[in-house]
Nanobody
């Protein structure tokens, strides 16, 4: 059974940090590119960051460049999103997504709220 389970969300003040984790099971994690998306209320889901299957290349939305870092540990079947200098506009449900040539898998999401 394929599972992507996000954790690490919560309430944080502006300027604070959070580290999201996404634990994968049920598929060959090291064969999949991994991405973090987010969806704020009333808005479309948007790509935040992505990382290739080997971790050799990453990409980021302009809105998070320099503040967020995506990484992965293929030995632990886990992808991370380190979020620094958080802003109220980063408030959203964050989802991890795994993609290969044939399949795409989504997690259930974790809420991140940035507020004072």
């Amino acid at each position: 059974q394929v599972q992507l389970v996000e954790s690490g969300g919560g309430l944080v003040q502006p300027g604070g940090s959070l580290r999201l984790s996404c634990a994968a099971s049920g598929f060959i994690f090291s064969h999949y590119a991994m991405n973090w998306y987010r969806q704020a209320p009333g808005k479309e889901r948007e790509l935040v960051a992505g990382i290739t299957s080997t971790g050799g290349s990453t990409n980021y939305a302009d809105s998070v460049k320099g503040r967020f870092t995506i990484s992965r540990d293929n030995a632990k079947n886990t992808v991370y999103l380190q979020m620094n200098s958080l802003k109220p506009e980063d408030t959203a449900v964050y989802y991890c997504m795994g993609r290969s040539v044939w399949y795409t898998y989504w997690g259930q999401g974790t809420q991140v709220t940035v507020s004072s």
